[in-house]
């Protein structure tokens, strides 16, 4: 209901004096642990009246002989108005234990509630939803949408292969890849078993 509910709201959320953005090209990745497919991330985009909306939506299950040992679902849901994030609905599911967040525009604000608790943040603030690039540019502020907390890792910025890459130091860790026109193209991290996590275009 809490997801249902938050994105209701954000069919409402009024528009800003800003020119529409055309939506970017959608992604589906497979996830790789320790060489075996166990999932996949999709994000989807549509432009809506001048609102760009990204949809991602991740399901993992993990399987021992012939048992799911394992299962992860979450589903966020985010509207930008140029370069600003101005509502954001989150719900996760892990191995049924549900948390999430919701997020709307306050004035000069953001005002994040979750499971983590109710804050306040800077307008320029962006959710750790990975497709992104410009969410990990200098001095943007980041908060996990998994349950509504702010985040301060350590970012660390390289070229690669004509694109980018940035790395989350601290945490869970990640390490995530763009292309030249900042497409979003790879995604590297460590499960909390230690495994290696990384992601598959296709």
């Given at each position: 209901?809490?997801l249902?509910?938050a994105l209701?709201g954000?069919a ?8 529409a953005l ?5 992604l589906a990745?497979k996830?790789i642990?320790?060489g ?14 001048g ?7 991740v399901?993992i299950a993990?399987t021992l ?9 979450h ?6 108005q140029g370069?600003r ?6 719900r996760?599911?892990?191995n ?7 997020v709307?525009?306050?004035g000069?604000?953001l005002r994040?509630?979750g499971s983590a608790?109710?804050v306040l943040l ?6 750790l ?7 990990f ?5 980041l908060?996990d ?5 702010p985040v301060e890792p350590?970012?660390e910025?390289r070229p690669?292969?004509g694109?980018?890459?940035?790395t ?5 860790g990640a390490?995530?890849l763009?292309?030249g026109r900042?497409a979003?193209?790879?995604?590297e991290t ?6 290696a996590i990384?992601?598959?275009r296709?």
């Amino acid at each position: 209901m809490l997801l249902r509910r938050a994105l209701f709201g954000l069919a409402l959320l009024p528009l800003l004096d800003d020119r529409a953005l055309a939506a970017p090209a959608d992604l589906a990745f497979k996830v790789i642990r320790e060489g075996r497919e166990v999932g996949t991330h999709r994000v989807t985009f549509r432009d809506d009246g001048g609102l760009l909306r990204a949809r991602s939506q991740v399901r993992i299950a993990i399987t021992l002989a012939g048992f799911t040992v394992f299962r992860y679902s979450h589903e966020t849901e985010e509207a930008w108005q140029g370069e600003r994030l101005v509502g954001l609905a989150s719900r996760l599911d892990r191995n049924g234990r549900q948390s999430g967040c919701e997020v709307r525009a306050e004035g000069d604000g953001l005002r994040l509630r979750g499971s983590a608790g109710d804050v306040l943040l800077p307008a320029a603030a962006a959710p750790l939803t990975w497709w992104r690039a410009a969410s990990f540019a200098p001095g943007v502020p980041l908060f996990d949408p998994r349950e509504g907390r702010p985040v301060e890792p350590r970012l660390e910025r390289r070229p690669e292969a004509g694109g980018q890459r940035v790395t989350l130091v601290g945490g869970e860790g990640a390490v995530i890849l763009y292309d030249g026109r900042g497409a979003w193209v790879g995604f590297e991290t460590t499960g909390e078993d230690g495994s290696a996590i990384r992601y598959a275009r296709g």
